[in-house]
Structure formats: C-alpha cells, structure tokens
C-alpha cells in the first residue's frame, strides 16, 4: 500500500531520487510476500506467468542496450544508432567514443530499467496478494484509495491556496494547470481513472446497500475530479471504462437479475450526469480545457514514426526519445517535446518494432476478455481500467509516469490473479516453483539498478542542460572547464541538440571559442532550431549582412521572434533587402508587419511597400489597413503631389478605412481614420457628425471622444468642443489609469485652448488617482504657479518633494507657498485656490 501511495505522490515517481523510494517501498513488500517465513506456495495461471516473463525480457532487453559495445559492432546492427554516436563530437572536430550503446541516452535508459523492475516488482508482489483470501478485494480497495487521496489532494491545494506540492515541493516552472502530486493534467486524469475505472467494478458487485452507497460516493467525486482536470481524452476513457464495465456486467447477468439491477443503473448514471453538469458549470478553467479543439499532438505523433525506419529493429533506447526527436521533426515551432503522446509510437520508436509488437501481442493475450469472465467473482473493474489507460494512451502518455504505471501493475495483477485451475494440469512456472531465489534475483537486480540510477541522476538530461546554460555565458567558467562538461554532456546524450547550440552561443556571446562547427551540429540533429539561426545571425551580423539576413529569415520562419524586430531592420537600406528577412511560411506576415513598424520612419517609402505585400499575404491585417490609411490622410492633409485627383485618394482611404471597420465593427479606429479622411478632403461638420453616432456605438468610446476633440479642433468646429472635453473627463474608466489619461487629455487640450484654470481641476483630479507621476505632477506644478493659485501649487510641490527628497528645488518651492499662502491670510478677497 506504501508503495502504490508513494509511486503517486512523489509527483508520479518521475524524478529519479522519488522513483528510488518508490521501487524500495515496493521493494520491501515483495520481500514480506516472498521471502517471509511460512510463505505458501502458489500455482499461477499463463496469463501472470507470460507478464513476468515479457517485463522480465524487456527489462533485459532495456539493460542490454546500455551496454557499452564496440563502434564497429553497433553499426553493423544499429547503423543509424552509430552514426549519431560518430557524430556527436563534430563540434569539437574529434569522431565518436570507441565504444558506444545501443541507446542513445544510455543515462535516461538506466533510469527506464529501474522503472521496469519497480513494475515487475509490483506485479509479482500484487499477483501473490491475490492467492490469499480476500486479497484481490484488498487491491482493489488500494487502487481506488490510492485514487481518492490523489484526487483529495487535487482539490485541496487550490483551496488552501497552496503553491508546493504537500508543502514539500515547488514546480519549477508552470508544467501544469494544477497544483497536485501529479502536475500534469493528462496524467493526472490516467491516474484518477484507473481508480474510478476500478470503483465501478467494486460498486457493480458490492453486496451490501451500505458498501454500495460508500463507493458510489467514491465513484461520483472521483468522475467530479476527472472533469475538473479537464483532459478530453481522459474523460473519454472514463466513459469508455464505464461502458466496458456496464456490457461486461450486463453479460453476466442476463435475464430477470439484470432487469433488476437496471433500477440502481439508471440512478447512477442520472447522478453522474449532475455531478458533471456542476463540475463543468462551476468551472472557467474545466470548460475551456474540455472544449479546446486542439489537435496539434496528433501531428506531433505522426512525425514521431519518422524514428522508426532509421531504427527499426533496436529503437533509440528507452527514454531517448526527447533528445533524438528533434532530428526528425518538421514544421515551423521550435517546442520541445519528451514524449509522443502515443503508446505504439513511444514502444515502436524506443524499443524497435519487434520488441513493441512483441509486447503488445503478449499483453493482449495475458488480458483477453477469458480472463475476467471465467473468473467466479470478475475483476471488471480493474480490466476496464486497463482498456481505458490502453486507449488513452493512444494521444497521451500516462503510460511513462511511474505513479500510474505502478497502479496499473496492481490492476493488471488483479485481472490476472487467482490461482489456475488445477484440472487444467497447469505446471507451475519456475518464478513460482523457485519464488524464493526469484524475488532474490529480482531484488538484487533492482539494487544495482537503483545505483547506477542515482550515481547517473546528475547526469541526466535536464542536469546537463541546466548546467551547460548557466555556464555558456558565465565568464567566470573557463573556456576549458565548459569544454570538458559539454563534452561528458556530448557523450552522455549524443543526439541532444541543445549542448552544440549552447556551445555556439558561448562562442558568439563570449568570443572564446568556434561557433560554425556547433552551429552545425546544432542544426544537424535539429534542422528546426531557430536560436541557432539567431546565433548565426549575430556572428555574421558586421561581416556578412547578407548572410545574416538569411539566418534571421530563417529564425523567423521557425517562430523564433527574439532579436529580430530590434536587430534586423538595421541590416535594410531598401524593400528589397527587407524582403530578403521575410520568410514565405505563416511568419512572414509577422516579419513584415515587425519591418513595417520599425522602418516607417527612415524609410517611409519602403514601409508603404512592405505594407501593401502585408495586405497581400494577410488581408485582413489591421496594421497595414491602418497605416496606409493614415498615409492617404496625411496626403491629404499635405496636398501631396502623387494625390493631386484627390477623390480618388479620399475613395482609396475610404475603402481602407471600412476594411477595418469590417475587421474591428465594435472598435473606434476604423470610423475615426474614416472621418479624420472626410474632413480632410472638405467634409468637416460630416466627419464631425459621423465620427460622433460612432462614438455610441464602440466599446472604446473614451479613445473615440477623443478622437472626436482633435478633430474638432483640427478642422475649427469648436462649438461643442468644451462639452466634448467634458464628455471625455466624466466618461466611465475600468481602472485608475484610464482615469488619470482622461482628466490628463482634458486638462492638456484645455491648456490647448487657452482654458488654463479648467484645466487646473482635471490636472488635480488625474494626480489624485496618480499621485506617484512625476510628469503629471510637474505640469500641475508649472500650471497652478503660472496661475500664481497657491494652494494648488503647494499640493503639486509638497507631494513632488516627498516622491524626491534628493532634489532641494522641490523643498524650497514648498517654503515659498506656505509663505505665499501665508502673507494671502491677510488680504482679504484674495485666494489660493483653483475656482
């Protein structure tokens, strides 16, 4: 039980010091079921007997492809396999070690070891448990507790508002939507439903009304739990565990029972519909999780077959995935993915193809439906959670995280478990003939494992990565020293892209070493890598423009945007250089748009060409809209020469101009640009009047008031330009700044128009929502002086020398107030105050 508990807790058992604890917990009970006196023996069906032996030769097969072999050897089994190993010292001009693995990261496949027999432990331990009475009664109570705590503890951290896993453990980045022993929300789901999937087989044979009422209410709270994680696809298996509980349970009990049970069926189901109608309706978070129509994982896997062919008979070794997949993915993002998402793909791409069709032949055979239906009392539970996390693996992978391997183990030793039929003439297998000397073994072999998994844990690929990082652009580490760990990097994980690229980044950041050779390498074992590109843009950046413009196009191509909008445009004299930066994928809107800004103002002419290619490639770019609209006003506006039939440049702003309103119906941009370009062209009271109905109809009627004011002003319709500005300062604000920009715009176009002492009460409205800005501050101080209104000059003075105590002006400008202030005492019918 401690050990199934702490496989989950210990955030999954994914971390490699937890996953210790969790395989010795395990590792005590096997001992206790195995090698305590008075043991009896027991006679184990096929079904148990062809598990051990598949975890058994798996775990074998694991271990074998962390042994260290010669290059030449491995290449004629693996080629692929030796030629990244051949490689994986290029940046460094060296060839491979003479002696390589079968797996390309032999640290991450000795960890996969110790998984595998943690499991095999599990299994074994849990299948014996089921030959003594009420045993498999027993495991089935542990999975489903083992759910709820889980569960419980899901809840409970957001309610107290805890941001550390058990008070113990802080995420070190936001890896989840929740804050619980397992973060991620799919694996938390996989996790839950096993239990769930388990409760329901419980519940369909409870006895007493009493049992059945407990584990209903277990039932509903764990199927409240799965929608308030929110995985699709892990309510789907919830569902599909049900249903195979439900047809299971309705074939072994056709006939008049069954009629009789439909009753205590209809009024489960009627109360899991509510308990997830409340769930969903009392949560933002589960709704938009669970309504998402993200498919992006099922490219993610499709690509994830191109290891297969390069790889096909010995796969990359187990737990290489991450560091190998880059070299075979495509498309623009730069992401980094652990894992497939894909049970046939993590086995076929880790294991090879034979191995993974051997193991999944061999466990469709040991848990066929015979299994569960010849049994007296059916586990029907704990098979269905096994379809359930089978099917849910196919676009997850809960399958890699120890804490629900480990309950699945139990479930499958459940499924399994019982004795076989002694007229069947069954010969005992030798793990249970010898299951002494076996548990021996298995023990013996999971403390080597579990050495060699903690004296590598430092070496493990997150480690690496974290250290080669701080230490690429530390210049306290020596050149030498960041050598000598990239290389043990290099070696430990040879097909990691990452090490090369943090190689080639110290290179150009500290100029202490090659960049091109580890750039190469980088981009060998990643083509999709845009911080190389970066990099390389950078190196070339004085020497080879051209060049470098190349590489920030290929940054941008592969979505890596840093750099580029502050760092390219520098590299443009004209459009045709610039369109040397703009990628022909879904980025080069986002290129040009970044150009269009940067180069308006050095080369305007340029700018408009990039905006009308914009236009081009994204129709519906409100950038551009705007911007060439604001080009046809100021032509306008200045009588350009190339605007001399001056309809048809009101009609092309016009047009422009509606475009936007089309895009942005409930915005003031497109109708204000529209108006500015009817006054513009000799239409002042109707742009006047247009701009005004539009201003009731936005959502940013406050932007468009004021728009509304300039305009007024610019064209000389001031009639109602005062109340306009009123308008504008007693206009509603969601937030104190919005408020503060209103009474500001008010008090500045007041000032504007020669209205200083109206303007003096806004100023002082917008510095008592502000009291913290210098800016407004000043100009409140340098207009209440102007104005020679004391009072309010002392406030804008006083508030001034306690934000900025350093600065002397401030503190005398004080005294002189109060001073005024003070001779105003005695001269009656004279104020300091605004009016």
């Not at 690496?464 to 306290?476: N, T, V």
């Amino acid at each position: 039980m401690l050990g199934v508990l702490t496989a989950g807790v210990a955030i999954g058992g994914v971390h490699t010091q937890a996953l210790a604890f969790v395989s010795a917990f395990s590792g005590l009970a096997m001992g206790f079921a195995f090698l305590a006196p008075g043991a009896r023996p027991f006679l184990p069906k096929p079904s148990a007997t062809a598990i051990v032996a598949l975890g058994a030769g798996l775990v074998a097969f694991t271990w074998a492809t962390t042994l260290p072999l010669p290059r030449g050897i491995v290449a004629s089994l693996a080629p692929a396999t030796a030629d990244v190993w051949d490689r994986c010292l290029r940046g460094f001009g060296e060839g491979g070690p003479s002696l390589v693995t079968l797996s390309l990261d032999p640290t991450a496949t000795r960890v996969e070891v110790l998984r595998g027999l943690t499991y095999l432990m599990v299994f074994a331990t849990a299948h014996r448990m089921t030959h003594a009475q009420g045993g498999t009664e027993l495991l089935e109570r542990i999975v489903v507790g083992a759910a709820l705590f889980m569960a419980a503890a899901t809840i409970l951290h957001p309610v107290v508002g805890a941001e550390q896993v058990l008070g113990l453990y802080r995420p070190k980045s936001e890896f989840g939507t929740h804050i619980a022993p397992i973060l991620n929300a799919n694996h938390l789901s996989g996790y839950l439903n096993l239990g769930l999937a388990t409760g329901l087989g419980v519940l369909a044979g409870a006895r007493s009304s009493r049992e059945r009422l407990v584990v209903l209410g277990v039932v509903l709270f764990l199927l409240g739990m799965e929608l308030y994680v929110g995985s699709r696809a892990g309510v789907a298996s919830t569902l599909l565990s049900a249903l195979v509980v439900g047809v299971l349970h309705h074939r072994l009990r056709r006939g008049q029972r069954a009629g009789l049970r439909a009753a205590p069926v209809l009024v489960f189901a009627a109360m899991a519909v509510g308990v997830g109608l409340l769930v969903v309706a009392s949560s933002e978070q589960a709704r938009v999780e669970l309504g998402s129509r993200d498919v992006s994982k099922l490219e993610t896997i499709r690509q994830s077959f191109r290891i297969v062919p390069p790889h096909f008979v010995f796969g990359v070794g187990r737990g290489a995935f991450e560091s190998v997949f880059p070299a075979y993915r495509t498309g623009e993002g730069f992401v980094t993915v652990t894992h497939p998402e894909n049970v046939v793909a993590q086995w076929s791409t880790e294991w090879g193809v034979p191995a993974a069709i051997l193991a999944f032949v061999l466990l469709a055979r040991a848990l066929a439906p015979k299994e569960v239906l010849s049994r007296a009392k059916p586990p029907l539970g704990a098979y269905a959670a096994l379809i359930g996390l089978a099917v849910h693996n196919l676009v997850d992978f809960s399958t890699e995280l120890p804490g629900a391997m480990v309950l699945a183990s139990v479930c499958a030793a459940i499924v399994t478990g019982g004795s076989a039929d002694p007229a069947s003439r069954t010969r005992r297998p030798a793990w249970a003939r010898a299951s002494r000397p076996f548990a021996a073994v298995v023990l013996a072999l999971v403390g080597v494992a579990m050495v060699m998994a903690l004296s590598g844990a430092k070496g493990e690929l997150y480690a690496d990565q974290d250290a080669l990082r701080h230490a690429a652009l530390d210049k306290g580490v020596p050149r030498a020293a960041f050598d000598a760990r990239l290389r043990a990097a290099s070696l430990r994980h040879p097909g990691e892209p990452y090490f090369p690229y943090v190689a080639a980044l110290r290179g150009q950041a500290l100029r202490d070493g090659p960049i091109l050779p580890f750039a190469a390498r980088a981009l060998e074992r990643s083509p999709t890598y845009g911080p190389v590109h970066l990099v390389l843009a950078r190196t070339f950046y004085r020497s080879i423009p051209s060049q470098a413009r190349l590489e920030y196009r290929l940054a941008m191509a592969q979505q890596f945007a840093e750099g580029f909008e502050n760092e390219a445009p520098r590299l443009v004299s004209d459009f045709d250089e610039a369109m040397e930066l703009v990628p022909d994928n879904s980025q080069g809107p986002n290129a040009l748009e970044f150009l269009a800004r940067k180069l308006g103002d050095r080369l305007p002419a340029t700018r408009v060409m990039l905006d009308e290619e914009l236009l081009r490639r994204a129709p519906r770019s409100e950038g551009a809209l705007t911007r060439l609209a604001h080009d046809v006003l100021l032509d306008l506006r200045q009588d350009a020469p190339w605007c001399h039939d001056r309809r048809a440049c009101e009609a092309r702003g016009q047009e422009l101009a509606a475009r936007l309103r089309d895009l942005s119906p409930n915005t003031c941009e497109g109708y204000a640009i529209a108006a500015e370009i009817r006054a513009a062209a000799g239409s002042p009271k109707d742009a006047i009047h247009d701009l005004e109905e539009a201003s009731a109809r936005v959502d940013d009627r406050t932007d468009c008031l004021m728009r509304l004011v300039q305009l007024m002003d610019a064209t000389g319709q001031t009639s109602e330009i005062d109340a306009t500005i009123d308008r504008v300062a007693n206009a509603g604000c969601v937030s104190p700044g919005e408020c503060v920009e209103q009474f500001a715009f008010a008090a500045r176009t007041l000032v504007e128009r020669g209205k200083p002492r109206r303007a003096v009460a806004f100023y002082r409205k917008a510095v008592d929502r502000a009291p913290d800005n210098d800016d407004l501050l000043l100009e409140y101080a340098r207009l209440a002086s102007e104005l020679e209104l004391h009072a309010e000059t002392l406030h804008a003075y006083t508030r001034l020398s306690e934000l900025h105590p350093e600065v002397p002006e401030y503190a005398k400008r004080v005294a002189e107030e109060k001073d005024n202030l003070a001779r105003l005492r005695f001269a009656p019918g004279v104020g300091g105050g605004a009016p």
